[in-house]
Structures are given as C-alpha cells and as structure tokens.
C-alpha cells in the first residue's frame, strides 16, 4: 500500500530565509515523488519529481527537492523564500511497480512567508 | 499548450440531485484522472480514464461514476447526492502511459456545494 505523510500542518519562514517542507513515503516499489503547490480557489500546480537518477531535482520557481532512499524521505527545499511562495503544498506518491497511474497525496503543509 | 479546463467552476445542488461535471485535457493527453479535495478527507483519488475505458478506480461509492468520450474529454457524474458530497473536484490530463516520465497536470477544480 502506498501512503504519504507530511508532518507539519504548517510552516512559518521570514522572507529571504531558506525552506523546508517535509514529506515522508510508503510504497511496496520504487517511488515515484511528486511535488504540487495550489494557490486559494486554484487546482494543483505541478512543481517537481523524482523518478530515479540525482537525489537533488530542481523544479519549478527555484524549488528543488532531495530523495533520501534511507530515511524514506522527499523535502521540498528553496533557498531564499519569497512571500508569493506563500500557499498549500502537497507530496505526493505513484508505485512504479504497480504501472498504475494515480496518485497518493499527504494531507498539504501550509507555508506562509513573512514579510 | 492549453491546461486542463473544467466546466462549470462552481455549482450548487440539493440533496438527492444529480450532477455532471466535465473535464477537458491537455491536447495530446489521453489518461483523465477524477480527486476529490475536502478538508476532512484531502485529496482521494476517484477514477481514471484512457481511451475511453475505466482503467482504475479508487474506493468511492458506485453513485460516483464517469466517462471519457474519444476525444478524451471526460465527464463525471455523481448521482443521489449528499451533504459529504461538497468538495472541490479535480480533473488532471497525463499521456496515460504509465511510464516514469508520466505526470499529471490538475484543473482549476469544480467547487460542488450540496445543500
């Protein structure tokens, strides 16, 4: 069975610092890991994944992400923070090994930038 | 390339009623996939289509059903509904190939309010 947890409802970082949204997975397979931001009143926005290859994946709008295969773990990371970066992010999980293509989604962390 | 269009962005319906929301993917795209987003549950993975055939499904009741028309636009309807019914509903369009390099690209969403 696949599942995604993502620990911390909420994240709070000053403008200019850097951040981190957890994500931890469960799957039977390899992983396939996704990452997706929504805005209010908006759909899912697709940032980056990891399919295999490099444990750091760059993404959309200076977001990277790193695959940790030990600690069953794929954060969301940016160095410097911006207060439009402020919004709901999800990880999210496919089974490689099943083939089939939907997705399993952790419950979001809510970031919020301070200015 | 367009994104993903669904239609209407907003509905309301009473208990008992039925609905019919529709989804439009990306040109090229041939897999359709159905989530439901509430703020109890998140985001549940309702049901794939490609090429025009049901390919999975997740764990929601049989009133929940769809369908994909050749040009790949699909449609979902939910029949009898229920006050649990409002959500946001969320369409998203990949190449349907269930290789590593699929990804799914969401919709705006269509917010059902069931009163």
């Known amino acids: 069975a696949q599942s995604v947890a993502q620990p911390e409802d909420q994240v709070n970082v000053a403008e200019g610092n850097p951040l981190t949204v957890k994500c931890t997975y469960s799957?039977?397979?390899?992983?396939?890991l996704f990452w997706y931001v929504q805005y209010p009143n908006r759909g899912l926005q697709f940032l980056l994944k990891y399919i295999t290859g490099d444990n750091l994946v760059k993404g959309s709008y200076g977001f990277e992400a790193e695959f940790n295969k030990s600690q069953t773990s794929f954060h969301l990371k940016k160095p410097s923070a911006l207060v439009s970066d402020s919004a709901l992010y999800f990880c999210a999980v496919r089974d490689g090994q099943t083939g089939a293509n939907n997705l399993f989604f952790g419950t979001g962390t809510r970031l919020t930038v301070i200015p | 390339k367009a994104g993903v269009t669904q239609t209407p962005r907003y509905l309301i319906k009473t208990r008992g009623q039925q609905v019919t929301l529709s989804c439009s993917p990306i040109?090229?795209?041939?897999?359709v996939s159905w989530y439901q987003q509430t703020p109890g549950q998140g985001l549940q993975f309702l049901f794939e289509y490609f090429s025009e055939t049901q390919r999975n499904k997740g764990n929601f009741p049989g009133r929940f059903s769809g369908r994909q028309f050749s040009n790949s636009r699909s449609e979902m309807n939910v029949s009898t509904l229920e006050l649990g019914d409002s959500a946001l509903y969320l369409c998203?369009?990949?190449?349907?190939?269930?290789?590593?390099?699929?990804?799914?690209?969401f919709g705006p969403g269509t917010r059902l309010t069931v009163l």
């Open positions: 040109s090229g795209h041939r897999s």
């Open positions: 998203a369009s990949s190449l349907g190939t269930s290789s590593d390099t699929d990804t799914q690209y």
């Open positions: 799957v039977s397979g390899n992983p396939y």
